[in-house]
């Protein structure tokens, strides 16, 4: 995985410092990582989950 390619989709996808649970699950998907790496760049660039498929974050 390149870290910075996966950051750069995250931050196409972020909008105010948020991203859907969906959107970081699609990211995950399509750059072949587990979705707690993508949790883990998330917390690195303070980004937020917002609409939670499982209703954690809202």
């Not at 969906?22 to 072949?32: N, P």
Request: with cysteine; hydrophobic share 35%; glycine share 6%.
């Amino acid at each position: 995985m390149d870290e910075n390619l996966t950051i750069e989709k995250i931050k196409d996808f972020s909008k105010n410092g948020k991203i859907t649970c969906r959107q970081a699950l699609k990211i995950a998907e399509e750059r072949g990582v587990s979705p707690e790496k993508i949790g883990t760049l998330l917390n690195k660039l303070k980004i937020k989950i917002v609409s939670c498929q499982l209703g954690c974050f809202k």
